[in-house]
């Protein structure tokens, strides 16, 4: 351990890597769990906007926070909702080593990953400008996160080799496709990050499908599955209404004021 620029750094296999505030005043900290499994279950079987709905009735948040903008885009568009709690770090791909040809040890940023609670999803902010020189995840990083208990991952940088980490089952996140993975390193592990305009601290609680990925507030998360059955039911009700033979702007108007 040592002191770079007021910072922490830990020493791995010859290189520094740099921890964030937060992750060097509690380095042997494991995050606990505070959800209920059966309410990560009811999570997954909702879609991400039906969420968005919910989270909105609460008034914790303005409406047009909480969620990453149109530049982070889901790459399995088919596959089911997740959640998953945040391990964040952030991430370059742009320059070289100052020795050597490749960033190698990672022992660091897996255990960091490790401090969070299962299902977790890994959350990395390219810091290049631009972002998405080269892809840190590809087929072989991806068997290494499912490893490691992680359902997702999300960037505003690259990804790559989508076929092989859709096989793995990692659902991904991210603001582009690259070929190569260029000069891709982790630092600030457990920092603050941001992607697409979305803040993520690490153990956040996210939630993400085809539609994109926002945050969970957590004192609310255990309800947001009720107040998303009765969401539904009251689009449906509208839906019904509009394709049925009663239908007139009359009628829907009293049912709109009536769901206000």
């Known amino acids: 351990m040592g002191l770079v620029d007021g910072r922490l750094t830990a020493i791995t296999g010859g290189h520094k890597v740099r921890l964030s505030d937060e992750k060097a005043k509690g380095m042997s900290m494991v995050l606990a769990p505070t959800i ?22 609460f008034q914790l948040r303005l409406r047009n926070t909480g969620f990453a903008d149109a530049r982070i885009r889901c790459m399995f568009e088919d596959f089911p909702p997740l959640v998953g709690y945040a391990a964040t770090a952030r991430l370059r791909t742009g320059a070289p080593p100052m020795s050597g040809s490749t960033y190698r040890d990672q022992a660091d940023w897996w255990n960091s990953i490790l401090d969070v ?65 260029a000069y891709a390193h982790i630092f600030d592990l ?42 539904q039911a009251d689009e449906q009700r509208v839906i019904d209404f509009c394709r049925s033979r009663e239908f007139s702007v009359e009628k829907l108007s009293k049912i709109m004021k009536a769901l206000a």
């Open 190 to 231: 457990g920092s603050v990050v941001k992607i697409g305009g979305l803040e993520v601290k690490q153990g956040d609680l996210l939630h993400g499908d085809r539609h994109g990925i926002l945050t969970i507030p957590i004192q609310i998360a255990a309800e947001i599955p009720g107040v998303a059955g009765r969401l």
């Open 36 to 57: 209920d499994e059966s309410v990560l279950d009811a999570l997954r079987s909702i879609d991400t906007c039906v969420v968005s709905n919910a989270i909105e009735t």
């Open 117 to 181: 609670p299962a299902p977790r999803i890994v959350v990395l902010e390219d810091m290049d400008k631009p972002p998405g020189v080269g892809a840190f995840l590809g087929d072989m990083h991806a068997a290494t996160l499912r490893a490691l208990g992680c359902v997702g991952f999300v960037t505003d940088g690259a990804v790559r080799e989508l076929p092989r980490v859709r096989e793995a089952g990692l659902q991904l996140f991210a603001g582009n496709v690259a070929v190569s993975h």
